[in-house]
């Protein structure tokens, strides 16, 4: 089946460094993404969100990327904050369906002092 | 303040036995959405309703009943909870659904222990 996946589980940097977390997805007839951010104990949170017909977009200190020739989604996050760390999913909707998404695994960020 | 609210947060209850987790959105919101959380398989749809009296299964709906007889809240219901649904679930709402421009907020999440 379709499915959304993430190429690292747990990434670690140095509070100011950038952060880049990277999400595969395999349906090619996808037309939204999301980002979402998840810290301990709370529910997903909204981060940003990208339509297909984007290769790129910016918010406050985060950007996402999208390259529809290899079905890949990053997440850049700009000098990284101890407030950052937290688990970070991919989500994406399928064309033709506005009520259902799919979920990736997630991304441990942790930001080291 | 906007919000979704589950209840019970946390709950441990045997097999068997019957129970309902609420949850209730005040920002008139049409859909809403139940999610599982589990380690190493992430989030997974149970059910989701776009309005009033109308839902539809997710991806994993067996063992999961909901209603939506009101706007803001949307039950979902274990009528005969087993092991294998213990798990963090999240319940969540949008405006009208997943697409752009349609942000889904999540509430705090309730941890079920099935034993």
């Known amino acids: 089946g379709e499915s959304v996946g993430l190429h690292l589980p747990t990434l670690s940097v140095q509070e100011g460094d950038n952060s880049i977390i990277n999400c595969a997805y395999s349906?090619?007839?996808?037309?939204?993404f999301i980002w979402y951010k998840q810290e301990s104990g709370k529910g997903p949170q909204f981060i940003i969100d990208?339509?297909?017909?984007?290769d790129k977009r910016q918010g406050q200190r985060v950007t996402v990327l999208l390259n529809k020739t290899v079905k890949h989604l990053s997440l850049q996050i700009a000098a990284t904050q101890p407030g950052d760390s937290a688990v970070y999913f991919c989500?994406?909707?399928?064309?033709?369906?506005?009520?259902?998404?799919?979920f990736g695994k997630g991304t441990l960020l942790t930001v080291n002092p | 303040e906007a919000q979704v609210t589950q209840n019970p947060r946390y709950l441990i209850t045997v097999t068997g036995k019957k129970l309902t987790v609420t949850c209730s959105q005040n920002?008139?919101?049409?859909?809403m959405s139940w999610y599982r959380q589990d380690p190493g398989l992430g989030l997974r749809q149970i059910y989701y309703?776009?309005?009033?009296?109308?839902?539809d299964k997710g991806d994993v709906p067996e063992g999961y009943k909901v209603s939506r007889k009101e706007k803001r809240n949307f039950p979902l219901i274990l009528e005969s909870p087993s092991p294998n649904q213990t798990s963090l679930y999240f319940c969540?709402?949008?405006?009208?659904?997943?697409?752009?421009?349609?942000?889904?907020?999540f509430g705090p999440g309730t941890r079920l222990t099935v034993l």
């Open positions: 989500a994406e909707k399928g064309r033709g369906s506005n009520y259902k998404l799919t």
């Open positions: 309703s776009m309005n009033v009296e109308v839902t």
């Open positions: 969540a709402s949008s405006l009208t659904g997943t697409g752009a421009y349609n942000e889904q907020f």
């Open positions: 920002m008139n919101h049409e859909y």
């Open positions: 990208i339509r297909s017909n984007m």
């Open positions: 349906n090619s007839a996808s037309d939204y």
